[in-house]
């Protein structure tokens, strides 16, 4: 099956830096990609997705780069502040319509 | 909002009950899920359903069972609870249809913490 994974299990950065998480996704016929955060004790809760006719797309302080290339997904947080410690998955769409393949996340430290 | 919760929070089952844990959205997605998530695995898809009493299997359906008698209820049973199955249960939900994006994310309930002994 399809498999989504992250390069760094852990990631730790200065309140007010720049956070990059990374992905990559093996199935080249997905078609959406979203990126979770899960914070401690809750589920999972959308930041931000993507389509694969898109290469980029901000929101609030987020922005996700799809890199259909080479396979690969990243979530850039700016001035990131102590309450974006969380786990963040990113998550792909097959053409299996609405099914969802996960990523084991990626745990954020930010250090005030 | 949407919301989804779950039934509850932690819950603790002894081998071989019968487990029953429920899940209610209120924003009449058609569609429904279950995953377990378990540390260094990830979400991994065990149910979904497209429409009432529809059902289809995921990644891991071996030793749980579904029911979705009404459009915003989702019920995950675990026939005869096994300790492999001490996990955090997650349900889910999202509009219907083929169309990416647009709100067809994922919606997801805080989680049932169970665990089998």
């Known amino acids: 099956g399809e498999s989504v994974g992250l390069h760094l299990p852990t990631l730790s950065v200065q309140e007010g830096d720049n956070s990059i998480i990374n992905c990559a996704y093996s199935n080249s016929a997905s078609d959406y990609f979203i990126w979770y955060k899960q914070e401690s004790g809750k589920g999972p809760q959308f930041i931000i997705d993507i389509r694969s006719n898109m290469d980029k797309r901000q929101g609030q302080r987020v922005t996700v780069l799809l890199n259909k290339t080479v396979k690969h997904l990243s979530l850039q947080i700016a001035a990131t502040q102590p309450g974006d410690s969380a786990v963040y998955f990113c998550a792909e769409r097959t053409y299996n319509f609405n099914k969802f393949y996960f990523g084991s996340g990626t745990k954020l430290n930010v250090k005030p | 909002d949407v919301k989804v919760t779950q039934s509850s929070r932690y819950l603790v089952k002894r081998t071989g009950e019968k487990v029953f844990l429920e899940c209610v959205q209120d924003?009449?997605?058609?569609?429904m899920f279950w995953y377990r998530q378990d540390p260094g695995l990830g979400l991994r898809l065990i149910y979904f359903s497209y429409d009432v009493k529809m059902k289809e299997k995921g990644d891991i359906p071996e030793g749980y069972s579904v029911s979705r008698e009404k459009k915003e209820r989702f019920s995950l049973i675990l026939e005869s609870a096994s300790t492999n199955q001490t996990s955090m249960y997650l349900c889910?939900?999202?509009?219907?249809?083929?169309?990416?994006?647009?709100?067809?994310?994922?919606?997801f309930g805080p989680g049932t913490r169970l665990t089998v002994l």
């Open positions: 924003m009449d997605h058609e569609n």
């Open positions: 889910a939900s999202s509009f219907g249809g083929w169309l990416a994006g647009d709100g067809r994310e994922q919606f």
